[in-house]
């Protein structure tokens, strides 16, 4: 990747169609994300946003439609481990991080180490790199000073950061955040804003899904707004204010 | 994180453990310190439990992975260690073994060949329960059948096992199982210097456990498990596949308990189906959450602990068992979730302060 990959679609969903039993999830929908956007997908509740997120990462298999990675790789093809090798990270809507491992161990097992195997895991970690990128990491997302603490006792708002922080270590084409200042106090989420939006790259498609509208206006780029699996609007954040579908469904509520 | 104060106790008790049998159970026998023949015996048959427990750790502990059937694995290395005592003593010194008698038969199934060879029923006990553990973890994990529903099906085919070996017609002595062992490696069994060299050996491998389990524990391998019990589907999401490391350190779980059992059955001197029962597996999973998961040396003190208490209570009040077992699991689900692990940071307060105040 490089400096002219911006623009480009880092994913690709075609005629992506999504049930489970007689429940139609997401009807037929078709969604491109570009490297160097921060693109944000909102919603009412059951609109399938999050059933998107679970479809690109592996956990749930599409009845018909292809996601393309670089408008080459099917990540349909894919079980979840080498989706995620292949540059899809995924933040999740609950903070997800290994709670007895401390920040740094926590950061360290996400790096890429190829081939992963037993053999190379019970080998070590003591590769100088790693501990730089470790170190990069920690202070790209402010935890440097809680380093050796267990994840567990991080506030819900670190542990969301520690999360991110992991999905930095292996440097992602495609970041995925779910929810990622749900329940976050103002604060927390005006430094998870500052964050996300350092994290904008030209090698990189940033893709969020939220409720809080402010947040929104503030990261990103290109909203899509879904409703009942198909996307009614898409565009910039100021537009869909004004757009009256959108309010209709979605925005009028708030 | 295995390497703490008390990792090293444990380590250094069961050294010195080592050290001091073969001479306070030896030439010092019969002295005021000395460790008697039967003292040594029940020594021996707990360090084999505490070596139990430490398999069932590793895996419940560690990955977060509950086995209610390690009952399966310990006497799969019973059998095994039987099968090769019984087939010596047939094969060098002609002592019929009683299965073949209760069964009229005039001699031993096919699959009891080459059991005579020590080497070989020692590869076995390391190769069998080890593709046994392979297999069931590798169909269930790859399914990723996990939590109670894993329990469940190891609780079922250890009963299934029972089933079998409780028929007669198998070729593994049936509802009597097997006994009557005359000698394992020339030492004849039963006898006074044979029992302290056993549990010699009992306390030796589970130290050596002790300390290859610890530096697992302790390794980016160890962080790797801890991440599979904490969040395994953010581990997968991360590009790791969870199966593998949980299939190795499954597999070397049944393994480890597999050499438990083949130093137990020697000391008891019988195996019989029963150790294939519910309880004997629920009962490991007791000491473990006792002496607290995840440490390795919680599930060593936690089997130690319940195992001589059920020794010294059985000899006078049998019937208090089952109570007495019950009321120290309801203690640990109600007050001491990581079991007695959980003692320390106050009695260590207590200590504290007690020096303070003379």
Redesign the interface.
């Known amino acids: 990747m490089n400096l002219e990959s911006h623009g480009w679609q880092a994913i690709q969903v075609n005629g992506l169609r999504v049930t489970f039993g007689d429940f139609v999830a997401i009807p037929n929908l078709s969604f491109v994300a570009s490297y160097g956007e921060i693109h944000a997908v909102i919603g009412p509740n059951g609109a399938g946003k999050t059933t998107l997120l679970d479809v690109v ?1 592996g956990k749930t298999r599409p009845r018909a439609g292809t996601v393309l990675l670089d408008g080459r790789i099917d990540l349909c093809r894919l ?4 989706i ?2 292949a540059g899809v ?2 933040k ?1 809507q609950k903070p ?6 401390s920040v740094h ?1 926590n950061l ?3 790096l ?1 180490l190829r081939p ?1 195997s ?1 053999l190379s ?5 003591a590769d100088p790199r790693r501990a730089a990128r470790v170190a990069e990491v920690l202070a790209e997302i402010g935890l440097a000073d809680r380093a050796d603490d267990p994840a567990g006792v991080l506030a819900h708002g670190q542990k969301q950061w520690l ?1 991110i922080g ?1 999905l930095l270590m ?1 440097r992602p084409k495609l970041l995925m955040l779910d929810e990622p200042v749900a329940g976050m106090t103002d604060a927390e989420t005006a430094h998870t804003a500052d964050l996300v939006r350092r994290l904008r790259a030209p090698d990189r498609a940033i893709l969020a899904i939220e409720h809080d509208m402010a947040f929104v206006e503030e990261i990103a780029d290109r909203v899509t707004v879904l409703h009942e699996g198909a996307p009614i609007f898409e565009g910039q954040m100021t537009d869909a204010r004004a757009d009256a579908r959108v309010r209709d469904v979605y925005l009028g509520r708030h | 994180m295995a390497v703490n104060g008390l990792f090293r106790v444990v380590a250094v008790a069961l050294a010195a453990l080592t050290l001091a049998l073969p001479v306070l159970g030896g030439p010092f026998a019969s002295t005021g310190f000395g460790i008697s023949p039967y003292l040594a015996n029940i020594i021996g048959q707990i360090a084999t439990f505490a070596l139990l427990a430490m398999a069932l750790d590793l895996i419940w502990g560690f990955a977060g992975v509950l086995s209610l059937g390690h009952g399966l694995f310990f006497a799969m290395g019973g059998y095994l260690i039987a099968m090769h005592m019984l087939k010596a003593g047939y094969v060098q010194q002609g002592i019929v073994p009683d299965l073949m008698t209760f069964m009229g038969w005039t001699d031993l199934p096919s699959f009891w060949a080459f059991f005579e060879s020590f080497p070989y029923a020692l590869a076995l006990i390391l190769l069998l329960p080890g593709l046994v553990a392979f297999a069931y973890g590798w169909m269930s994990f790859r399914s990723r059948v996990s939590g109670v529903y894993f329990a469940i099906i190891t609780q079922a085919l250890t009963y299934v096992a029972m089933l079998l070996m409780f028929r007669n017609d198998t070729g593994f002595g049936g509802n009597n199982g097997m006994t009557g062992f005359s000698r394992l490696l020339g030492m004849p069994i039963g006898e006074t210097s044979t029992a302290v060299w056993l549990a010699t050996a009992s306390t030796a491998a589970t130290l050596a456990a002790f300390l290859l389990c610890g530096r697992l524990v302790a ?3 160890g ?2 498990l ?2 599979v ?3 395994e ?9 969870p199966v ?2 949980k299939l ?1 350190v499954w597999t070397l779980s049944g393994v480890l308990a597999a050499v438990a059992g083949a130093l137990y059955v020697p000391q008891v001197g019988i195996i019989n189906p029963r150790l294939l029962s519910p309880e004997v597996s629920i009962e490991i999973a007791v000491w473990v959450a006792l002496g607290g998961r ?1 440490t390795l040396s919680g599930a060593v003190i936690g089997a130690v602990v319940i195992s001589a208490l059920k020794f010294w209570l059985t000899g006078f009040a049998p019937d208090l068992w089952p109570f007495i077992l019950s009321i120290l699991v309801l203690v640990v689900v109600v007050g001491l979730p990581n079991g007695l692990t959980d003692l320390r940071l106050p009695c260590l307060t207590a200590m504290r302060r007690l020096r303070r105040e003379p």
């Open positions: 990462t079980t979840e481990p080498q995620a090798l990270g995924r999740f997800s991080v290994f709670e007895a491992l161990e360290e097992l996400a890429r992963r037993i895991e019970l080998r070590g970690w999360e992991m292996q | 390794s980016p391998f962080r790797m801890v991440a019990r904490d969040d589907a953010r581990l997968r999401f991360l590009g790791y596949d593998w490391p190795a995840g």
